[in-house]
């Protein structure tokens, strides 16, 4: 059945945007109005797309070089799509929601909506895209559309660089991505998902062509995704406004990169070592970024690490061939890590944008409702059950232990990481006496933003229990290890729980001291090191040749040479025009001579 | 055949005569009225004359573009086929989709002459560019040669005299004189070729000379024939060398004339350049492959496109006057789109013609912001163009669109086109022998992105001169203009995201 729903709910967003962007930017209340009401018209229009089985819509061409090159417009409706679409619009209408207040006095409030917007269409884009061109094209709306977003308080110098960082690390990613899509576009002729599918076993005999076309595709996810090494930009990218934090780092963006992941599995598991490849780097990151976040002290910080740390075991599973394991981690993250995100800008709105976790303290009375919608989270973050982040992650774990038990022990390691550094945040900012004065002050946020929490906490208790979930998304069938798998990973999560609240119950400040995590492995420091030489030795190289070849051989040669001529014909005004006369004369007979005697 | 049949058929040209002759009528006494006035009171009140002049002016324009808007839906009347006298007038979907395109130019050029305040005579100028546009329409329907060179001559007298046609500025009157020699030599040289091939075929049919040059073997008189007739193209599309007359013309003629040198008249040598080539010559193509060097006209048409590209580009870049860099700029886009006719063939042919018809509509856009920025600056150097942006970000604006157009940067027009013709090069033959026509192409494509983006800093970056912002012409900005500059802009950027609308048409419309 053919429907214009879907254009609708792509084109609401941007609508919105471009409305906002040049109409509104004045009228503040009337810009968030506009913006509130698209990305709920998208929810509902998502939710309509979901409810009905064999929903289509329109398509149309685009490009067409016959023979060469043919890009349609068409969305893809499958039962993937059709469940991000509904993830996105919705974990996207409640934190429009939440911005309401989070962002009430800001003075940019209508450049935040018009661009929170724009990021919307660039996500649903990436989402229902049937080619690569399309999602490509919508990639790279998301990149610039965060990097608007995290440089929003532009003045600050933190946020400005953060803004660059994240885009420019992601671009690494993306300029992999682009070769590995022209890759295959030259190989099968077509950058159609559904035609490329049926093409995929004429390259079968270039075993080594698919590996090096699968890993270049998972570069662009390397960028998107925060994958070790290119994982650098997400914790910076937290000098955002807090709402975007939630929505972008946490919720959607990054998710892109494993949404594309599983969209073009059919390339990737064509090839085992691309498969190796991806699923070690996904446990490398989700183990790197526990340690660094175990040492960290700021409360976004901290979660910007588990979204790391989160997103390795999405990839990992990816790696390990199941699409259903990783979309269902996608699925329950969303909506923990949203929660985790507002309920943290929440603590920070109210505490006078205080982020340091050792400045808070005793958190638990003065924000109640904060308080217990955080926990939520933080239990379904670790994989406590009966909360969803349990059902998802011992999904993936025992993926890992039937197909790689290497990977698996690193995964469980990781488990035990995670509750010990999400218990240690939970123990120092809610528990304890308040250890300054804006954190005794506080007190509990305005409804517009625990609604928010409120409807996102129930989403991740219940989001992991089979029957709401398989509404949305095939779930990963577990096998005969289905008792010892989850028996392991508790036991992790009560060592890594006890240990933290052993450690940190009633501390004022950091009682470890390790320089390696806290300074995140040196990661910064040595990307710096490498930039400054290969930028320093490229720029004299450079610089060398622009100002010895182009600019004293090419441009002032020819440029003042012809300049001189030109002065000095204009000088002689008969022997200009006679000149140039004699010169088209010159021309007619080199080009007879030419046709002829060549 | 009777006249009503041939009156039907020839509506188009019919009704641009008529407007023509209307308009000149109107000039002529509306003028006289005019300068009456402005003797009466000779030192008096010079508004009165002057206010005089610019309503015949507003006048004229009106009903100029009101009968081109006529002929255009005349010409979307035209039957789909349809031959007269033995091909002198021929009527395809595609002649009529560039009589439209001719018109369409000529209808901003219109557009451009309501705030061109030195012509004085608007009445008698807007004829001439009406039978310019006549000349235009010849030219495209026709598949003849005796009537090509009359279209062309049409077109030819018409342009000397717009390009000269500001009698106060010196500039101006040099502009028409180096025009009118060129185009008279160049003439002359085309007639002689086309006498030349008349002679070994026997014909002028262009259908007829390529069956009768299909037995033939290039013989030098036979070869001198081609690279004769070819001239005269080569100077109204400004290939190097003989591109001498461009910059001059650019820069002295009043500011409509410019852009319709620029876009109409390219346009329409373009679509008979390639016929003339492509149907009449179609036997002679030889081969213009890199070690593989046939004689015919290919290689002769690819030598000018890879001159042009580098003359152009390279003379562009030491430029500091805008309209002079436009004309330098323009060379270097005639060998680019040469090079979809040296690609031959259907898809070869309608890549040129996609590339140039958006090539005409960002430089009819581009004039028309240098007109709008001369009438408030009194002048066209790069100095006048800085800090645009804080005056008009309009203008600022659409002028960057078509720079950037011009640059070849997607998602702009420019992008696609240049996108179009050299994949269509790098197929056109199988062992890609136009690779280094294309490698050139590509290079003086990366020189030329530096004269834009000096253009773009000059407008984004620069700080407006003083003399500039105490400048008291700031009076009656010209709505009608903007708005038209933005349509432009828009139909530029439409026609890069959307390049199908228009290329898919013109593959289509190919014979």
């Known amino acids: 059945m053919s429907s214009i729903l879907p254009w609708i709910l792509l084109l609401a967003p941007l609508c919105s945007a471009a409305c906002i962007t040049l109409f509104a930017l004045r009228w503040k209340a009337l810009s968030s109005f506009i913006s509130i009401m698209a990305v709920l018209l998208s929810f509902i229009c998502s939710c309509l797309v979901f409810a009905r089985a064999d929903i289509s819509a329109p398509q149309f061409g685009w490009i067409d070089v016959a023979g060469a090159l043919k890009v349609p417009f068409g969305l893809t409706q499958d039962q993937l799509s059709k469940m991000m679409l509904v993830l996105v619009s919705g974990v996207g209408a409640v934190i429009h929601i939440y911005s309401l207040g989070y962002m009430r006095d800001d003075e940019g409030k209508s450049r935040y909506f018009g661009a929170l917007s724009l990021f919307m269409f660039a996500m649903l884009g990436i989402v229902v895209a049937n080619n690569f061109v399309m999602l490509f094209m919508f990639w790279e709306l998301v990149g610039f559309t965060s990097y608007v977003l995290i440089g929003h308080w532009f003045y600050r110098d933190a946020a400005a660089a953060a803004a660059k960082k994240a885009f420019i690390t992601t671009r690494i990613g993306d300029f992999g991505f682009m070769i590995g899509i022209l890759m295959l576009w030259m190989a099968t002729g077509s950058i159609v998902f559904a035609e490329i599918t049926p093409r995929m076993s004429m390259l079968t005999s270039h075993p080594t062509f698919l590996t090096v076309v699968a890993l270049l595709i998972f570069c662009g996810a390397v960028g998107k995704s925060a994958q070790f090494p290119l994982h650098v930009w997400l914790p910076d990218a937290m000098e955002g406004p807090t709402p975007i934090s939630a929505l972008i780092h946490a919720a959607t963006m990054v998710a892109a990169g494993v949404y594309m992941l599983v969209r073009v599995a059919f390339v990737i598991q064509t090839s085992q070592t691309a498969l190796l490849v991806i699923a070690w780097i996904g446990t490398i990151t989700a183990v790197l970024a526990a340690l660094i976040a175990t040492q960290q002290n700021d409360i976004k910080r901290i979660l910007a690490y588990s979204t790391l740390s989160q997103l390795g075991y999405m990839v990992m599973a990816v790696g390990l061939a199941s699409n259903d394991a990783s979309m269902f981690h996608l699925f329950t993250h969303a909506f923990f890590k949203a929660l985790l995100f507002l309920a943290a800008g929440s603590v920070i709105v109210m505490l006078h944008h205080e982020q340091n976790i050792w400045k808070m303290g005793g958190l638990s009375q003065k924000l109640p409702i904060t308080f217990v919608t955080f926990v939520a989270g933080a239990l379904a973050l670790i994989g406590c059950p009966p909360f969803s982040g349990f059902f998802s992650k011992d999904a993936i774990l025992a993926l890992a232990y039937q197909r790689n038990v290497p990977i698996f022990a690193v995964g469980l390691f990781t488990a035990f990481l995670t509750a010990f550094y999400v218990i240690r945040l939970l123990v120092i900012v809610f528990f304890g006496k308040p250890r300054s004065e804006v954190a005794r002050e506080s007190r509990e946020s305005p409804a517009v933003m625990t609604g928010p929490l409120i409807v996102l906490a129930l989403l991740a208790t219940l989001g992991g229990f089979a029957f709401f979930a398989r509404r949305f998304l095939a779930l990963p069938i577990e096998k005969e290890v289905a008792v010892f798998v989850p028996a392991v990973a508790i036991v992790a999560l009560i060592l890594g729980s006890g240990l933290a609240i052993v450690l940190y119950r009633n501390r004022a400040s950091e009682p470890l001291d390790l320089q390696l995590l806290r300074h995140k492995f040196y990661f910064d420091e040595f990307y710096r090191w490498l930039i400054y030489w290969t930028q320093e030795l490229l720029a004299g190289v450079f610089a060398f040749f622009d100002r010895w070849i182009i600019d004293a051989g090419a441009v002032s040669g020819s440029g003042r040479g012809t300049l001189g001529i030109g002065a000095l014909l204009r000088l002689i005004q008969i022997g200009n025009l006679q000149a140039y006369l004699f010169l088209f004369g010159l021309g007619i007979v080199a080009l007879i001579y030419f046709a002829v005697f060549h | ?511």
Request: net charge neutral; aromatic share 10%; charged share 10%.
């Open chain 2, 1 to 511: 055949m009777s006249y009503l049949e041939l009156l039907k058929l020839a509506s188009t040209e019919a009704v641009v005569v008529v407007t023509a002759l209307v308009v000149l009528a109107i000039g002529l006494t509306t003028r006289r009225e005019a300068t009456g006035v402005t003797v009466a009171t000779a030192q008096g009140d010079q508004n009165v004359g002057g206010s005089s002049s610019a309503r015949t002016n507003a006048i004229c324009s009106f009903i100029a573009a009101l009968g081109l808007a006529i002929a255009i839906g005349t010409a979307l009347m035209l039957p789909r086929k349809a031959t007269l006298f033995s091909g002198m007038l021929v009527i395809t979907p595609l002649t009529s989709l560039f009589k439209i395109i001719c018109m369409a130019l000529a209808f901003f050029a219109v557009l451009l002459t309501k705030s061109e305040k030195s012509l004085r005579h608007p009445g008698e100028y807007l004829a001439i560019l009406l039978l310019a546009t006549v000349g235009l329409m010849l030219l495209v329907s026709s598949e003849e040669l005796l009537m090509i060179f009359i279209g062309l001559e049409l077109l030819g007298l018409s342009l000397y005299v717009m390009v000269a046609f500001d009698k106060t500025d010196v500039r101006s009157a040099e502009a028409g004189l180096k025009y009118f020699l060129f185009g008279s030599t160049s003439s002359a040289f085309t007639l002689f070729g086309i006498s030349l091939i008349y002679g070994m075929s026997g014909i002028t049919s262009l259908a007829a000379i390529s069956e009768k040059l299909a037995t033939v073997s290039v013989q030098p008189l036979l070869a001198v024939g081609i690279v004769m007739t070819l001239i005269g193209f080569a100077f109204k599309i400004a290939a190097a060398p003989f591109h001498l007359w461009a910059p001059d013309a650019y820069q002295g003629a009043p500011i409509p004339s410019a852009a319709f040198i620029a876009s109409g008249s390219k346009v329409a040598s373009f679509v008979v350049l390639g016929k003339i080539v492509l149907v009449g010559f179609a036997p002679l193509h030889g081969d213009a492959a890199w070690h593989a060097m046939v004689a015919g006209w290919s290689p002769v048409l690819a030598a000018l496109a890879a001159l042009s590209i580098l003359v152009g580009n390279f003379v562009a870049l030491a430029q500091s006057n805008l309209r002079r860099l436009l004309a330098y700029s323009a060379v270097a886009h005639a060998g680019y789109t040469l090079i979809g006719l040296v690609a031959g063939d259907r898809e070869g042919f309608s890549a040129a013609l996609f590339y140039t018809t958006t090539y005409a509509i960002t430089l009819v856009g581009a004039f028309g912001v240098v007109a709008l920025v001369r009438r408030e600056t009194a002048g066209d150097d790069f100095s006048n163009f800085s800090g645009l942006i804080s005056r008009s970000p309009m203008l600022a604006g659409c002028m960057s669109i078509f720079m950037l157009s011009l640059a070849g940067i997607p998602p702009l027009a420019g992008f696609f086109g240049k996108f179009y013709l050299f994949s269509v090069a790098l197929r056109a033959d199988a062992g890609h022998g136009l690779l280094w026509l294309v490698a050139v192409a590509l290079f003086g494509s990366l020189i030329s992105l530096y004269y834009y983006l000096i253009v773009l800093k000059v407008i984004f970056v620069d700080e407006p001169s003083l003399a500039i912002a105490s400048s008291p012409d700031h009076l009656s900005p010209d709505l009608l203009q903007r708005i038209a500059v933005a349509v432009l802009a828009a139909v530029v950027l439409f026609l890069g995201l959307m390049p199908d609308a228009l290329a898919a048409g013109l593959l289509a419309a190919m014979p």
